[in-house]
C-alpha cells in the first residue's frame, strides 16, 4: 500500500521560507516522477512543481524563482524549498507520485498517489 505523508507546514511571515517534505512508503521516488500542488478553499487545485527521475523539473509561473522541488532517493523524501513567501501562497500543499521515469506534469490526472497535505499559512 502506497502512503505519502506530508511534514513542515506552519505559519510564516511574508519573506519567510519554508521546507515541505514528503516522505514515501510502499513506493519508490527512484525511477519515477513527483510533484507539489496546492490548493485553498473554494478554488481549484494548483499545480506547483514537478521532477522526474532525470532530475527534469518543472515549476508554476507563480513560483518560479521562488520555490524549489528536489528529492533524495536515498532517502525517498521529496521536498519543496519554499523562499519569500508571499500571502498568496497560502494553503494546503499536497505531495503526488506516479511510477513513470519521465512524467513531470502540471496535470494532476497523471499522478496515481496522494498524500493528505501539509498546511502552509503566510500572513503579512
Known amino acids: 500500500q502506497v502512503q505519502l505523508v506530508e511534514s513542515g507546514g506552519g505559519s510564516v511571515q511574508a519573506g519567510g521560507s519554508l521546507r515541505l517534505s514528503c516522505v514515501a512508503s510502499?513506493?519508490?521516488?527512484?525511477?519515477?516522477?513527483q510533484a507539489w500542488f496546492r490548493q485553498t478553499p473554494g478554488k481549484e487545485r494548483e499545480f506547483v512543481a514537478c521532477?522526474?527521475?532525470?532530475?527534469?523539473?518543472g515549476h508554476a509561473d507563480s513560483v518560479k524563482g521562488r520555490f524549489a522541488i528536489s528529492k533524495d532517493d536515498a532517502k525517498n523524501t521529496l521536498y519543496l524549498q519554499m523562499n519569500s513567501l508571499k500571502p498568496e501562497d497560502t494553503a494546503m500543499y499536497y505531495c503526488?507520485?506516479?511510477?513513470?521515469?519521465?512524467?513531470?506534469?502540471?496535470?494532476?490526472?497523471?499522478?496515481?498517489?496522494w498524500g493528505q497535505g501539509t498546511q502552509v499559512t503566510v500572513s503579512s
Open positions: 510502499g513506493y519508490s521516488f527512484s525511477g519515477t516522477s
Open positions: 503526488a507520485g506516479n511510477p513513470y521515469p519521465a512524467t513531470c506534469s502540471k496535470f494532476g490526472s497523471v499522478y496515481n498517489y
Open positions: 521532477i522526474h527521475s532525470f532530475d527534469k523539473t
